[in-house]
């Protein structure tokens, strides 16, 4: 069963935040990948089918991610291999209501209602699809590369979110 969602505003001003930290966030986005090593193993080995620009954004959407969950507080277990398939199992399920990557893909995912944390994963929807006041340094990915990014961040949500225990505050 999926934590409460932590609100929109409140995922939207920590993402905001790291990237606003800009090169300062490096370092706090190393120890977050590092101390889920079997997620972000995965994520690389299979994102990096996707390019090295893909695979950056994917890496840094990832680490924004767990910065995300880090800051609302609560506790946040490793994730292992089995909840990685899980999780990839149950987005994979999905991926046909969602797909093709065309002008309604963003809606089409985000009317998928069981959805772990839709709110972060709609603040990814928006960084990779709808986002329109790019700063200096970011990219835009192809549509079909980035539908495959969210799909990997979905799943990595997913198994994150099965492995966090929310504070009671979640929403203060």
Not at 46 to 63: C, D, F, K, R
Not at 81 to 109: C, H, L, M, W, Y
Not at 144 to 170: G, T
């Amino acid at each position: 069963m999926a934590n409460t969602a932590i609100n929109r505003d409140k995922v939207h001003a920590l993402a905001e935040s790291c990237s606003d930290q800009g090169e300062s966030f490096q370092p706090v986005a190393t120890r977050l990948i590092k101390n889920q090593r079997r997620l972000s193993r995965f994520f690389e080995q299979n994102i990096g089918e996707m390019g090295p620009v893909a695979s950056q954004v994917g890496l840094y959407m990832l680490s924004v991610s767990l910065r995300i969950f880090d800051q609302v507080g609560g506790r946040l277990s490793k994730v292992n291999t089995n909840d990685i398939q899980t999780a990839t199992a149950k987005v994979q399920g999905a991926a046909g209501e969602i797909f093709p990557a065309d002008d309604s893909f963003v809606e089409r995912a985000k009317n998928v209602d069981w959805r772990a944390q839709p709110h972060l994963l709609d603040e990814i929807l928006w960084a990779l699809f709808e986002r329109d006041d790019k700063t200096e340094g970011e990219v835009d990915l192809e549509t079909d590369k980035a539908a495959l990014v969210y799909l990997m961040l979905w799943a990595a949500i997913e198994a994150l979110d099965a492995n966090w225990s929310a504070p009671d505050n979640v929403n203060a």
